[in-house]
């Protein structure tokens, strides 16, 4: 199992609980939470909400369950993924 794209939805509520479950996808600012451009493959830093920009290398694969935890812990359901 992969996840090949991670984004967020608009009515991020900033309480960081997809940072504190998997810190090297999400970024939460003071505003959202972000996707690190670390991880995607067009390197930016943003939602990836308009572009759904696929993840970079093996990141998908190997932190695949962190990023549905993540999804699955959001209280205002706004983390969506693509899984393969």
């Not at 960081?16 to 996808?25: F, H, K, S, W």
């Not at 959202?32 to 694969?61: F, M, Y």
Request: aromatic share 4%; hydrophobic share 40%.
């Amino acid at each position: 199992m992969a996840i090949t794209k991670v984004w967020i939805d608009d009515g991020c509520i900033v309480c960081n609980a997809c940072e504190t479950t998997c810190p090297e996808v999400f970024h939460v600012t003071e505003d959202t939470c972000v996707i690190r451009g670390e991880v995607r493959a067009d390197g930016k830093k943003d939602s990836n909400l308009a572009e759904q920009n696929p993840l970079a290398g093996t990141i998908g694969a190997d932190l695949a369950d962190q990023i549905i935890e993540a999804a699955e812990g959001c209280p205002v359901e706004v983390i969506k993924y693509v899984k393969v």
